[in-house]
């Protein structure tokens, strides 16, 4: 039993949310593979110039980003409602809707169900919540097997591995080393097998067959539910989510709370935004729909875990709301200059790249994701091609700036602190700033040849592989006063 | 047209040369320019790092130097969008409600050069003469922050004797991000690697943009390359004439 004292704490997120070290140092070691960076490379460019062609088609492209961003603001203005709304519609197509405070206690409803079942093994449909929660993990401690039925995730799976963007869990390899992960650790391969796709992705369909015929429980995500209708919605390529969502007969589906939409209609704008700008398609080939149980059609139980797991923590700050109204296109992820130089497990979170950098410290609370804010340089480049407009620099500078509020709080400041206060304050008043201004002619003495080529720390991360060049004899306003009758202006 | 100069501190400190051009090339045009002495710094720095509440009193300097004034112009495109998008949410969210009503006043009358040129003076041809092979970096800022789109790119090609040839993946970013080169230094040397794999793709003489800033980065990797590639900002190439060798 529990004694209310007052308001309620909107939980924070746990789950795999939380890097073992700062994005920094885990970048650095992502920088060094090679190979990664090769694979990288190659495929965010392809799906870039892809997601580019298959936007350049839609005439009233601004307009679909407008509707979407719109739609999502509202839907958050009136969450709540529109959850109680999607709740009381489900329940009423006989389905049944749980809600988790966060990811302890949706990995434990999850497993209570599948444990009423009496199965030990249910297939998957890739999806971002039950990563975010670590779902596998919780059912595998429970004696449970889950199968990852999308043929990327299949791979992370097989691999022990982790999966490094949203869309495409598996962009870090390539089909060779993927050809080894079959080989080493799907039972029962063809010990030929070769790296052309078609023979891989063969090989899956074999192996995946046999899971989809005898499983009992399949487990999903969501990329909508309709709150008007209490439909539920998934988006996918291959056909496997088809296979799990109609197959089995239990489906137990687990939805972040921030992926209902009011009414049916509002797909009409999401199922345009999303393909074009997340697999740069017209269309996506499988949309599946299911609104409750339908008697001697499909599953015959349905459970909707309804998730928070820091989501409505999220909601309380107005700057950084926004966030939430990802649909997990990783458009972003695609076009970010860092994104596609480290990869994404740097990001620690199972949300990488921009939208994991804005998401993962936000659900989390600043504290735990305190690097991620920074490992961008603001080019700019995720805001353009956001689908539902998220202004994710903005949010980024944002969360700097609580960061450091944060870290005000404590006795000492940091010599970056105490360096920016300095600077400020020397900033701030004409006469300081040109005292500053004749300090830093002082660098002429580490010039050699018009250039400083070693600088101490912290400035040696530039000269680590950058130049700097030999600070001017005169400064602008210097040379400002040597001009004729403008000295006093 | 009196036209108050908005130097930027890194252009006043350590490029002078891409503020006196700016002077050079708006002067030739037949306009007036002022440069109050009492500018520092727009508080960039600060704000995207985080530092809100010295990031204020630094816009309140600012826009208490550049009020009077009915047209700034900045050879930066990254300042002129701290100006434009930053200052009046960062003073907002102080709660100073009244220096974000000016700082959003004074953002309506803050020109970044290329902008100033095509906008509001509406000349392309600006009678420069630059005989060398230059290739032009658009900075993100310029680019995504002000959409200043191809308004350099006209500017440059109306200038006479050069060599204009297009930058590869020219929209990447070279990886400077402020601090961002010193807290992620190993991304932004990547990223600036690929930056500057394209620039000598190109077989330039000149690398040019619109920010003293990126230049730097990039000026600085080229540099650390013993390259001969030189950055030079688009300022100095619009300024030069047969008489004249930036």
Redesign the interface.
């Known amino acids: 039993m529990t004694t209310f004292l007052g308001m309620p704490h909107a939980p924070r997120g746990v789950g795999q949310l939380r890097g073992d070290e700062p994005f920094p140092a885990a970048a650095d070691k992502a920088l060094a593979d090679r190979q990664l960076r090769r694979n990288l490379g190659h495929a965010t460019a392809t799906i870039r110039d892809k997601r580019a062609r298959a936007v350049a088609e839609v005439a009233d492209w601004e307009q679909l980003r407008l509707a979407g961003e719109a739609i999502k603001a509202a839907t958050m203005a009136r969450l709540g409602e529109h959850l109680i709304e999607l709740e009381a519609a489900v329940t009423a197509r006989g389905g049944h809707v749980h809600w988790a405070r966060d990811a302890v206690e949706a990995n434990r409803i999850v497993t209570d169900l599948v444990r009423a079942t009496g199965a030990t093994e249910v297939v998957k449909v890739k999806s971002m919540a039950t990563q975010e929660i670590g779902l596998n993990e919780a059912l595998e401690s429970a004696g449970i097997t889950a199968v990852e039925t999308d043929l990327a995730e299949l791979i992370v799976q097989l691999g022990h591995d982790k999966p490094s963007h949203i869309l495409v869990p598996a962009i870090h390899r390539n089909r060779t080393e993927i050809r080894d992960i079959f080989l080493r650790h799907m039972p029962g391969v063809d010990p030929d097998l070769t790296d052309d796709p078609r023979r891989l992705a063969m090989a899956a369909r074999a192996h995946l067959r046999a899971k989809f015929l005898t499983a009992r429980v399949a487990i999903s995500g969501a990329n909508f539910a309709v709150a008007e209708t209490g439909t539920v919605t998934v988006v996918e390529s291959e056909g496997n989510g088809r296979m799990c969502l109609t197959l089995p007969d239990t489906l137990i589906t687990v939805m972040g709370i921030e992926k209902v939409v009011p009414a049916w209609t509002d797909l009409e704008v999401f199922l345009q935004l999303l393909p074009r700008s997340s697999t740069g398609e017209r269309m996506n080939p499988y949309t599946s729909t299911w609104t409750g149980v339908t008697p001697g059609d499909g599953p015959q139980e349905f459970h909707l875990v309804l998730l928070d797991n820091g989501r409505t923590a999220v909601l309380a700050d107005e700057a950084g709301r926004s966030a939430l109204h990802c649909i997990r296109c990783s458009a972003c992820l695609n076009v970010c200059p860092v994104y596609e130089r480290t990869g994404g497990h740097a990001y620690g979170s199972v949300y990488p790249g921009p939208i994991g950098a804005i998401l993962s410290p936000q659900l989390t609370g600043i504290e735990d994701n305190a690097s991620l804010p920074y490992a961008s340089s603001l080019c700019g480049a995720c805001y353009d091609v956001c689908p539902v407009r998220i202004d994710i620099p903005s949010i980024l500078v944002h969360l700097r700036g609580e960061h450091v509020d944060a870290r005000a709080q404590r006795a000492l400041p940091s010599p970056e602190a105490l360096a920016m206060a300095a600077a400020a304050w020397t900033m701030a008043g004409p006469r300081r700033f040109r005292l500053g201004e004749r300090l830093l002619r002082l660098g002429r003495l580490l010039a050699r040849g018009g250039r400083i080529r070693r600088l101490p720390p912290p400035l040696s991360a530039w000269t680590a592989a950058r130049d700097l060049p030999e600070p001017p004899a005169q400064t602008f306003r210097q040379w400002w006063r040597t001009r004729p009758g403008d000295g006093r202006r | 047209m009196r036209v108050a100069l908005f130097?930027t501190?890194l252009?006043?400190?350590?490029?002078?040369?891409a503020?006196?051009a700016t002077?050079t090339l708006l002067e030739r045009l037949g306009h007036d320019v002022?440069?109050?002495?009492?500018?520092?710094?727009c508080?960039q720095?600060?704000?995207?790092?985080?530092?809100?509440r010295?990031?204020r009193?630094?816009v309140r300097?600012h826009t208490d130097v550049f009020e009077p004034y009915d047209a700034i112009v900045a050879p930066s495109g990254s300042c002129v969008g701290s100006v434009r998008h930053?200052h009046a949410?960062i003073a907002r969210?102080v709660g100073d409600e009244r220096l974000a009503d000016r700082a959003a006043q004074l953002a309506t009358r803050t020109w970044e050069l290329s902008e100033f040129l095509i906008d509001v003076l509406g000349v392309e041809d600006v009678g420069a003469y630059f005989p060398h092979r230059v290739t032009y970096h658009p900075t993100?800022?310029s680019?995504?922050?002000l959409r200043v789109g191809d308004k350099p790119l006209r500017l440059l090609r109306a200038v006479r004797g050069i060599d204009l040839v297009e930058l590869p993946a020219a929209?990447?970013?070279c990886?400077?991000?402020?601090?961002?080169?010193?807290?992620?230094?190993?991304?932004?040397?990547?990223?600036?690697a690929d930056k500057m794999g394209h620039v000598l793709a190109t077989d330039a003489e000149v690398v040019t943009a619109g920010d003293a800033s990126c230049l730097?980065?990039i000026?600085?990797?080229l540099?650390?390359l013993e390259s001969a590639v030189r950055p030079l900002h688009l300022a100095e190439v619009l300024a030069a004439t047969d008489g004249s060798r930036p």
């Open positions: 130097a501190c252009a006043d400190a350590m490029f002078p040369q503020a006196q002077v002022v440069f109050p002495d009492a500018q520092t710094c508080g720095m600060h704000i995207n790092t985080g530092y809100r010295q990031a009193n630094l300097h930053q949410v969210g993100c800022h680019l995504r922050m929209d990447q970013c990886g400077f991000g402020g601090t961002f080169a010193l807290k992620n230094a190993g991304t932004s040397a990547a990223m600036l730097m980065h000026g600085g990797g540099s650390r």
